[in-house]
């Protein structure tokens, strides 16, 4: 390190969220994006994993298909093995004294660098890899891939100076009390989900942010978009070895990672039963560690909409059919238990059942769809199993969809169950997918239809109230207090927004540890505090030893 090297205390840009483009007819944003999926639609590309800087290929190549569109083929990434991973963590622990030692501001100026390429030069190219790898419309790919992805990086920078700006308030007379941020000793591994792009970059460059070198492995399904990502971080000048992105089997992975000496922390987003089965997998080889791993996870869901018979019904039937559908309800907040007073359910029942009738579902490069395909054919499988459960079921009525087709793509047609018992297995068990489940309660037992809520289910992550009287609202925000880790009022169950709504869970949905906030990047640093004494004492003695 440069021991000339010019200082200051320096303050970085405030961050403002990245405004969310329209894609209107005739706008310009539209046709750019337009241009952007023909391109990606008119050829294969050859997606490698990256390690140390290098692009690896194997002889294990695997096609990536378009959920909505099987047959075509957008490209071939190639899969490796546990020597891959094993070369990724030797890459990462190579670059780390470099970039731990790289000062912070550097590496501020790399991630704000990151997030206007994507505001950019790569909005379009990464929507477009999002809506044809992961089957999202315009609008759900620009929230996510364009919006939130460049939030989470403008923010977090911010949220990093502030964290290191924290020091100790008190310094008494010949004495200097402070605080440095190290990163942890040794290497994070990030495992990123394949329904939101945002999470898939999030995860690696929060912990790198704060001086940690990364093992990265994105799901399969998300591979497209992650291989954009992986351009933009190398062009924004992330150094070689910092963040390594491989595409292996997770198990495989596991095998070496959680074995490794130099395990200092996992990043991830996914099931809760792969988060669990990680969570023991670590306390079994607790013993074999530099340190204690963090474990930082954000899981499943099972998040309801309650509404209250002072409920505005048009507010209410709004909230729930995009809370519950947008993004085929694919979203870990999405809406998919609600309740409904018997006063308001003939209302809302309509009001519901028009909107998913109106729906149009199909393609991404068809705009007028609101519906696309849901991930993969095992996911197809598993929704299409519960709705024909729910056909054959006297406990359950289907109200409009239940009808599904994967010969074109994988598309599961909007479907609301009304279930006759609020324990119904679709209303306690997380689908992932776009079938929602109504329980028409009596008025009368709003007291009871709260703790019904809040026992129903393992998970705690987002939830919500419909209602106009205040008393209500009131009530069911506390009596649901540990039911959601985000709680919305008047409004659907999803949508949070980096630096107005840090996102996450507890109970069964996590760690709660809030992407987006400071709270998550305090969990990538351990901190050591430092006193320095400018005068110290030369004798052991203190004055209660005085003999007179």
């Given at each position: ?30 046709k ?65 004294e470099?970039w ?51 939030d ?5 920078v911010r ?39 945002a ?30 990502l ?34 200092a ?28 791993p ?8 099972k ?18 059919v ?60 598993k929704?299409?199993?519960y ?27 909007p ?8 324990d119904?297995?679709?209303?306690c ?5 776009p ?21 129903t ?8 109230v ?5 008393y209500?609202i ?19 169950c999803?949508?949070?927004v980096?630096g ?10 996590g760690?709660?540890d ?33 003999e007179?």
């Open positions: 390190m440069n021991e000339s090297m010019s200082q200051g205390f320096f303050k970085v840009p405030d961050p403002v969220n990245e405004p969310v483009l329209s894609y209107a007819v005739g706008s310009k944003e539209r750019l994006l337009q241009q952007a999926l023909q391109a990606a639609l008119a050829v294969q590309v050859d997606i490698p994993m990256y390690i140390g800087g290098e692009a690896v290929r194997t002889e294990h190549q695997i096609a990536i298909r378009p959920p909505h569109a099987h047959k075509h083929v957008l490209g071939y990434y190639h899969y490796g093995d546990k020597s891959h991973v094993q070369a990724a963590i030797d890459a990462a622990l190579k670059a780390k470099a731990e030692g790289l000062p912070w501001e550097e590496r501020a100026a790399i991630f704000l660098r990151a997030a206007d390429l994507i505001a950019g030069p790569y909005r379009y190219k990464l929507n477009a890899a999002t809506m044809l790898g992961q089957s999202k419309n315009a609008f759900q790919a620009e929230i996510d891939s364009a919006c939130e992805i460049v989470f990086l403008r923010f977090n949220y990093m100076s502030e964290i290191y700006a924290q020091q100790p308030p008190v310094s008494p007379r010949g004495s200097w009390n402070r605080v440095e941020q190290r990163p942890l000793e040794g290497f994070v591994f990030a495992l990123t989900p394949f329904n939101f792009t999470i898939a970059g999030n995860l690696p460059t929060s912990a790198a942010l704060m001086g940690n070198v990364v093992v990265w492995k994105p799901a399969n399904t998300q591979v497209y978009a992650a291989h954009v992986m351009e933009v971080f190398r062009e924004a000048g992330v150094p070689d070895g910092v963040i390594n992105l491989i595409y292996t089997d997770g198990p495989e992975a596991g095998e070496v990672i959680f074995k490794h000496r130099d395990f922390g996992i990043h991830f987003t996914g099931s809760t039963a792969v988060f669990q089965q990680i969570w023991k997998t670590i306390g079994e080889n607790i013993h074999r560690y530099r340190s204690y963090r474990i930082v996870g954000e899981t499943g869901g998040d309801f909409i309650l509404v209250h018979r002072s409920a505005d019904v048009k507010v209410a039937a709004t909230a729930i995009r809370g519950a559908f947008e993004y085929q309800g694919q979203k870990c907040s999405a809406a998919s238990r609600v309740y409904i007073p018997q006063s308001l359910w003939p209302e809302l029942k309509d009001l519901i059942v028009r909107d998913v009738e109106s729906f149009k579902v199909g393609p991404v490069d068809d705009f007028t769809n609101f519906i696309n395909a849901v991930i993969d054919e095992k996911s197809f499988d929704l299409a199993k709705i024909d459960a729910a056909k054959q079921d006297s406990d359950a009525e289907i109200l409009v969809g239940g009808t599904y087709d994967k010969s074109e793509g994988y598309y599961i047609y479907t609301v169950i009304q279930a006759k018992r609020p119904y297995v679709t209303m068990e997380e689908l992932f997918g079938v929602l489940t109504v329980y028409v309660y009596e008025d009368g037992k709003w007291g009871e239809i709260l703790e019904v809520i809040d026992n289910s393992i998970y705690a992550l987002t939830g919500a419909i209602a106009r009287d205040r209500a009131s009530e069911a925000t506390h009596a649901l207090r540990h039911s959601a880790g985000n709680f919305y009022v008047n409004d659907k999803t949508g949070a980096v107005q709504q840090p996102f996450g869970g507890a109970r069964g949905s760690t709660n809030k992407a987006g906030s400071m709270i998550n990047l305090l969990r990538w640093v351990s901190p050591r505090t430092i006193k320095e004494t400018f005068d110290p004492p030369t004798d052991y003695r203190y004055p209660f030893m005085e007179k």
